[in-house]
């Protein structure tokens, strides 16, 4: 508009106003280049973009000026850096635009080429027009005109559309990093061809020749500069990569590098994971690394297409797959598989974690989970046991004592005698099945002296010939040279007894039961597997059968009081809980193994003891009646209580009764008292039992002192009550036992000579 205001009033200086919106239009459009520029590229790139486009800028401006300067004429210096400008500025966008694309790998669009054409045709245009403006021969009206506004709009439409973006093909990119190796190298051929053709050809003024001088030595010291910043950036990007790799194998986990589903790289994770060298695994498919098959029965390649597939439209997949490692077998994996855009390029990378070990310790923290609650559950049951047993002691001791006592008393042809001894048998078996849970809860009362398995299992065979019947063979497998175990005898037979009885039931129509007998040593290691036991030698006692075996589901709840398999009426369900307590109770534990219609093995562990095993004890003599010695009973149940002094009165003894310790004690402070045994409860309202004996140990030095107690072995060690202190008659006793408890502290009082009259 100003241009067509200069020419319409016959005002049209130079430079005029107008020159100026000229000039800025080329500067305007460097600067938009280097801004978007900036937006796509680091340093490096910026500093290689300038150099080359400065480098053709100079080679631009080299041309201009040969071209101008020798049609100088009366042009002022600012007229001539005007007519100069024109075209360079235009130009230098140019070259700006056409260096962007091969430095930043953008695509070429239409956009792009309306820009880049607009800009050279412009800058081609103003050099045209100026050149015949210095020779006089324009004039205004021409095809130029027509032509600078089409550039214009050309520039304008291609800017608007022009939306940088970088290129997806990866053959495109190869080309562009090619071509900007080759710039420089342009640039140099280009300076030396100008200095070949302004110095070699006739007639070239002296002004040219100078110009082309000094524009090729600017262009080589660009050239230069340029091939120097090239060899720093592929420096720092061999550097980058060396990063990259090292980062890359250092990984823990593998990774893979996949192209058209073939794997293109892989770090040294991946060759340790698989088994693979990097050289063999380059090139293979993913389904390659896998079994044939995965788990949900798919084929490996039909499930790994279909994954890659979804990778390959934008959907990350994280997913459980099996992989196969060269020579060792398939192992669990966890892949992380995702697309990755490079320049040119669309990759899918898959990482893989091994997560064989991390599912094995899920596995063994079920299995000690389930173990654990199991162990909770059986104490929890052990307990009640333990305490419905005390209970039924109690109750026990007055039924058994006082049908005893009923049948001394009756004569042999009494009619009442065969219901008081339906009665007594009743109680006994009561007894037995408090015994058995007690037993179960590990608060039996035991004593274990050194023994030889095989010796107790040789001593039990005769009995379990009897027990088991004629259509069950019972083999024996008894190891050489086992060693000595500390186990209570009696409860050993118990347990043999019990585990066989279980075998033949499990055979109704006969079978092999085969007992065997060895030793085996548990480390810390073997400690997983076999979670109930410790660290050091053990002897090994196996009852196995051929039986219908035991379901899987059943297998954890075996040892639980009263839980059975067998027909309603046929078991207590007690058997392996009695097993279960007594083995437990000999420090031990016991396991079992069994398939379905294939039969049952129970292995029970005793530690190994040093020392030799002891000889069966001699039968103890039957106890003798008391003479007339003075028993203070001291007992808070009173029916209890009355029993016991009806049993020891008809024994033979004299007896005064308390109720607990505190009046026990105001009888021993009368004067004139005088005891030869205190038979005690333990654990009684105010003064225990065995407060109660320290406290008459001290006042009545050497006075013996007998515990009996319905609770068990682990409550009554919390009360002081040990294995080397007073005797303990265990509830519910019989008429015999307690005479013979009796006795014996009477006696040991007796031969130590520590007997007390007060």
């Given amino acids: 508009m100003?241009?067509?205001?200069?020419?319409?009033?016959?005002?049209?200086?130079?430079?005029?106003?107008?020159?100026?919106?000229?000039?800025?239009?080329?500067?305007?459009?460097?600067?938009?280049?280097?801004?978007?520029?900036?937006?796509?590229?680091?340093?490096?790139?910026?500093?290689?973009?300038?150099?080359?486009?400065?480098?053709?800028?100079?080679?631009?401006?080299?041309?201009?000026?040969?071209?101008?300067?020798?049609?100088?004429?009366?042009?002022?210096?600012?007229?001539?850096?005007?007519?100069?400008?024109?075209p360079i500025g235009m130009l230098t966008a140019a070259c700006l635009a056409f260096t962007l694309v091969p430095a930043l790998r953008l695509r070429?669009?239409?956009?792009?080429?309306?820009?880049?054409?607009?800009?050279?045709?412009?800058?081609?245009?103003?050099?045209?027009?100026?050149?015949?403006?210095?020779?006089?021969?324009?004039?205004?009206?021409?095809?130029?005109?027509?032509?600078?506004?089409?550039?214009?709009?050309?520039?304008?439409?291609?800017?608007?559309?022009?939306?940088?973006?970088?290129?997806?093909?990866?053959?495109?990119?190869?080309?562009?990093?090619?071509?900007?190796?080759?710039?420089?190298?342009?640039?140099?051929?280009?300076?030396?061809?100008?200095m070949l053709v302004a110095f070699t050809l006739p007639d070239v003024p002296t002004i040219v020749q100078q110009t082309c001088g000094w524009g090729a030595a600017v262009v080589l010291t660009l050239a230069f500069a340029r091939q120097s910043l090239l060899v720093h950036e592929r420096e720092r990007m061999l550097e980058m990569e060396r990063q990259f790799r090292t980062l890359f194998d250092s990984a823990p986990e593998a990774i893979l590098l996949m192209d058209a589903a073939k794997i293109v790289?892989?770090?040294?994770?991946?060759?340790?994971?698989?088994?693979?060298?990097?050289?063999?695994?380059?090139?293979?498919?993913?389904?390659?690394?896998?079994?044939?098959?995965?788990?949900?029965?798919?084929?490996?390649?039909?499930?790994?297409?279909?994954?890659?597939?979804?990778?390959?439209?934008?959907?990350?997949?994280?997913?459980?797959?099996?992989?196969?490692?060269?020579?060792?077998?398939?192992?669990?994996?966890?892949?992380?598989?995702?697309?990755?855009?490079?320049?040119?390029?669309?990759?899918?990378?898959?990482?893989?974690?091994?997560?064989?070990?991390?599912?094995?310790?899920?596995?063994?923290?079920e299995r000690l989970e389930d173990q654990l609650r199991q162990a909770a559950r059986m104490e929890a049951v052990g307990r009640l046991a333990g305490g419905v047993a005390h209970d039924f002691n109690n109750i026990l001791t007055v039924i058994l004592g006082t049908s005893e006592l009923a049948l001394m008393k009756l004569p042999a042809s009494h009619g009442l005698r065969r219901e008081l001894g339906e009665i007594r048998k009743s109680a006994q078996r009561a007894a037995a099945l408090t015994a058995q849970l007690l037993a179960f809860s590990r608060k039996q009362v035991s004593t274990?002296?050194?023994?030889?398995?095989?010796?107790?299992?040789?001593?039990?065979?005769?009995?379990?010939?009897?027990?088991?019947?004629?259509?069950?063979?019972?083999?024996?497998?008894?190891?050489?040279?086992?060693?000595?175990?500390?186990?209570?005898?009696?409860?050993?037979?118990?347990?043999?007894?019990?585990?066989?009885?279980?075998?033949?039931?499990?055979?109704?129509?006969?079978?092999?039961?085969l007992v065997r007998t060895g030793t085996g040593e548990f480390r810390e290691s073997d400690l997983l597997d076999h979670p109930n036991a410790r660290p050091g030698r053990f002897a090994r006692l196996e009852v196995s059968d051929q039986g219908k075996g035991i379901a899987p589901e059943l297998l954890p709840h075996v040892f639980e009081p009263f839980f059975t398999t067998k027909e309603f009426g046929s078991g207590t369900g007690l058997g392996l809980s009695t097993v279960y307590g007594i083995v437990r109770q000999a420090n031990g534990f016991i396991e079992v193994q069994s398939t379905v219609n294939e039969g049952t093995c129970f292995t029970a562990w005793f530690p190994l003891v040093d020392g030799a095993a002891a000889h069966t004890p001699a039968a103890e003599p039957a106890p003798q009646r008391g003479s007339a010695e003075h028993i203070l009973l001291v007992e808070d149940e009173p029916v209890v209580r009355e029993l016991a002094r009806r049993m020891l009165g008809d024994l033979g003894y004299?007896?005064?009764?308390?109720?607990?310790?505190?009046?026990?004690?105001?009888?021993?402070?009368?004067?004139?008292?005088?005891?030869?045994?205190?038979?005690?409860?333990?654990?009684?309202?105010?003064?225990?039992?065995?407060?109660?004996?320290?406290?008459?140990?001290?006042?009545?030095?050497?006075?013996?002192?007998?515990?009996?107690?319905?609770?068990?072995?682990?409550?009554?060690?919390?009360?002081?009550?040990?294995?080397?202190?007073?005797a303990l008659l265990q509830k519910p006793f019989t008429l015999a036992e307690l005479s013979a408890a009796v006795r014996r502290a009477i006696e040991r009082a007796k031969v130590g000579g520590v007997r007390r009259r007060t």
């Fill in 2 to 86: 100003l241009w067509d205001l200069q020419v319409a009033t016959g005002h049209n200086p130079f430079p005029a106003p107008s020159d100026a919106f000229y000039l800025l239009s080329g500067v305007c459009c460097s600067i938009g280049l280097v801004l978007d520029m900036r937006r796509l590229a680091d340093g490096g790139r910026i500093r290689t973009v300038a150099l080359d486009a400065g480098n053709f800028a100079v080679a631009a401006l080299t041309v201009v000026l040969a071209l101008y300067l020798p049609l100088r004429g009366t042009y002022t210096l600012l007229q001539m850096a005007v007519l100069v400008a024109y």
């Fill in 108 to 194: 070429v669009d239409f956009g792009w080429a309306l820009v880049a054409g607009a800009l050279a045709a412009n800058g081609w245009l103003w050099m045209r027009w100026n050149a015949l403006t210095l020779s006089g021969g324009l004039a205004d009206g021409t095809f130029y005109n027509a032509c600078f506004s089409i550039a214009a709009i050309a520039l304008g439409v291609g800017i608007a559309r022009w939306v940088p973006r970088a290129t997806t093909r990866h053959a495109l990119a190869r080309r562009y990093d090619a071509l900007m190796r080759l710039l420089p190298l342009a640039a140099v051929v280009g300076a030396c061809m100008a």
């Fill in 265 to 365: 790289d892989c770090n040294a994770s991946a060759e340790r994971m698989f088994g693979i060298p990097a050289c063999r695994m380059i090139g293979m498919v993913p389904s390659q690394l896998s079994p044939e098959h995965q788990e949900d029965g798919r084929t490996s390649l039909d499930a790994a297409t279909e994954r890659i597939r979804a990778a390959l439209d934008g959907e990350p997949q994280n997913f459980r797959w099996r992989h196969v490692r060269d020579g060792d077998g398939p192992f669990e994996a966890e892949v992380a598989l995702h697309r990755v855009e490079l320049p040119g390029r669309t990759l899918m990378q898959a990482v893989v974690r091994d997560v064989t070990e991390q599912l094995e310790n899920q596995a063994q923290q």
């Fill in 448 to 513: 274990p002296v050194p023994c030889d398995l095989n010796a107790l299992v040789n001593g039990a065979l005769g009995m379990l010939h009897r027990l088991i019947g004629e259509d069950v063979r019972i083999e024996f497998e008894a190891s050489p040279c086992l060693g000595t175990v500390l186990v209570d005898r009696t409860q050993f037979e118990q347990v043999l007894m019990n585990l066989a009885v279980n075998g033949r039931d499990a055979m109704p129509h006969g079978g092999r039961l």
């Fill in 654 to 726: 004299r007896v005064t009764e308390a109720p607990d310790g505190a009046e026990a004690l105001k009888l021993m402070a009368r004067p004139g008292a005088h005891v030869d045994l205190v038979l005690t409860d333990v654990i009684m309202p105010g003064m225990s039992g065995k407060q109660l004996h320290d406290r008459l140990a001290r006042e009545h030095p050497g006075l013996p002192t007998l515990f009996m107690s319905g609770y068990t072995a682990n409550v009554l060690d919390t009360h002081g009550v040990g294995t080397d202190g007073p």
